[in-house]
């Protein structure tokens, strides 16, 4: 089968394992579309061509860059009468004018189509997104979402077609993976690791339960973005500064190392109105490392978690104290929590399960 996959997101060099791992399959022959970069808000995200075997990378020019409901590839039209995909994969979201433009392209040339969606709040657009949002839903073939809340939410919202529950993309197992050893004498290392430090991440909440947990600990923060003099002003007022560093962007190549250093991992997402934690990648990722998770009841976290970590209602300083202190003093505690995540990600997430369940999509996509 002919696939054509659309993803901004293969930017990233690590996400590339994801694509390595479906061109391994037979019967698929892959070409994925990238644009040269990607002006987020958050940072602008330029193409890292780090695992590119067995499918063909293109790059292609996007109009209204950094614009997630507006942007589109122009030249799209062309690249689908060259390729003539079976299969049109479109890694966005179905409110979107890229997704609308790329359907309606792929479906003139008698090509089968899906979305992906990561989408777990019911929102409303305007027009005429609210119309791209229709069309989408009325006649993709298929869509992968990336959470158990996104599925409501596009029942909710009209479509009827088939769908799985994947994640976007897992991890490299072979990259992310426990240290040889872990030096007992250095005290006790928590971290938080998310690429944007803002509100709803709760890294002060992270600032609050440590401020009287006792012993010998410390704190690594990564990541940038508006809250963090905030979050330095925090450690300050509560007498904690010199414990806490604050480590600023950590890239893709360097997160398996980051998180290695650690004993617990916290994610301390808190629900906003417009915002509520869709998967928690770095979940998965410390997990592999056979680092202790806890994170917070929000959207998809306790899912990811399962029975592999510890999880707290949102907002409960408290509780997250408790658990930091029960970790902290419980070493085999911390070893079997590392030893289930590790198990978890290799049954669930790693780039080879995530691919190989896409690819069972692509199949009962053309055999239905």
Known sequence: MRVLMLSKACLVGAYQTKLEEIARHDDVELTVIVPPVWHDPAGTVSLERSHTKGYRLLVEPIRFNGQFHLYYYPRLKQRLAEFKPD?????EEPYNLATWLAMRQARAIGAKTLFFSWQNLHRRYPFPFSQIEQYVLKYAD?????????VQVWRGKGYQGPYRIIPQFGVDPELFHPPARRDPGRGFVIGSANRRLVPEKGEDLLLRAVADLPG????HIAGTGPTRPYLEQLAHQLGIRERVQFDGPVTSA???NYLRQLDVLVLASRTRKNWKEQFGRVLVEAMACEVAVVGAESGEIPNVIGSAGLTFAEENVTALREHLWQLMQSPDLRLELGRRGRERVLAHYTQAQVAAQTVAVYRDMLAK
Not at 142 to 150: L, V
Not at 216 to 219: G, M, S
Request: a neutral charge; aromatic letters at 10%; proline letters at 5%.
């Open 87 to 91: 299969i049109v994969h479109i890694d």
């Open 142 to 150: 298929y869509a992968i979402m990336g959470n158990r809340e996104a």
């Open 216 to 219: 010998v600990w410390r704190v």
């Open 254 to 256: 360097q997160m398996p």
